[in-house]
């Protein structure tokens, strides 16, 4: 039986679009999918020759427990030629972000950050970007496109990360009153979480 030409036209040019509109649908899905998982899942590896261990994926993970992690006590040389450390804010909390110019997850805790500092600036909490294992054309090139709102400084041999055990970027270490470490964490954390961190931290008695 001969086949109706315009019918089997037809047919073929459903079936055609369908499978279109099958491989769009599966790419959009792909695409939303991607978006949704967590900021961190794909944590870049430091490049060969820059130091630095792989970012750690996942939820932020504490670095021992208070008690355990030295005196902040610490100061370093920042972007704009000073010495810079948490001793140089006794009384005020001080929030701390180690991180480096290959770290993807960094950038988006960095985000957080800014948003917190606008939130809590002029209201005891001071906020420093440590640039970990880098050197300073990295960090100052990195700065010049993607500046932060607070003091850079510059920890090249990271000698932070090794003092505190932390293994991974981006790290955050927030300092109560008391000049005491309330809070250190590997991985990327919330505003929210870190707004309950710094809000514990202004409730400890200053020791200044």
């Known amino acids: 039986m001969a086949v109706d030409t315009t019918t089997f036209l037809r047919s073929a040019a459903i079936w055609m679009m369908s499978v279109a509109v099958g491989f769009t649908v599966i790419f959009f899905g792909m695409s939303y999918a991607t978006q949704m998982m967590p900021a961190n899942t794909f944590a870049p590896t430091a490049p060969s020759?820059?130091?630095?261990a792989e970012a750690r994926a996942g939820a932020a993970s504490?670095?021992?427990s208070p008690g355990d992690w030295p005196a902040p006590n610490f100061r370093l040389p920042s972007l704009d030629g000073q010495t810079l450390g948490p001793p140089d804010f006794a009384g005020d909390v001080v929030v701390v972000e180690l991180w480096a110019s290959w770290c993807g997850p960094c950038r988006i805790q960095a985000r957080f950050l800014e948003e917190l500092h606008k939130e809590f600036d002029g209201k005891g909490v001071h906020f420093l970007a440590v640039n970990s294992g880098e050197s300073e054309t990295t960090a100052r090139a990195y700065q010049a496109k993607t500046p932060f709102p607070y003091p850079v400084l510059l920890d090249p041999r990271e000698s932070i990360r090794a003092r505190y055990g932390s293994n991974g970027l981006p790290t955050?270490?927030?300092i109560d009153r008391s000049g005491e470490v309330s809070l250190?964490?590997?991985?990327?954390l919330g505003a929210p979480a870190l707004r309950v961190e710094i809000e514990r931290?202004?409730?400890a008695e200053s020791a200044a």
């Open 49 to 52: 020759g820059v130091g630095g």
């Open 62 to 64: 504490s670095v021992g």
């Open 172 to 174: 955050v270490m927030v």
């Open 184 to 188: 250190l964490k590997v991985g990327v």
């Open 201 to 203: 931290a202004l409730r």
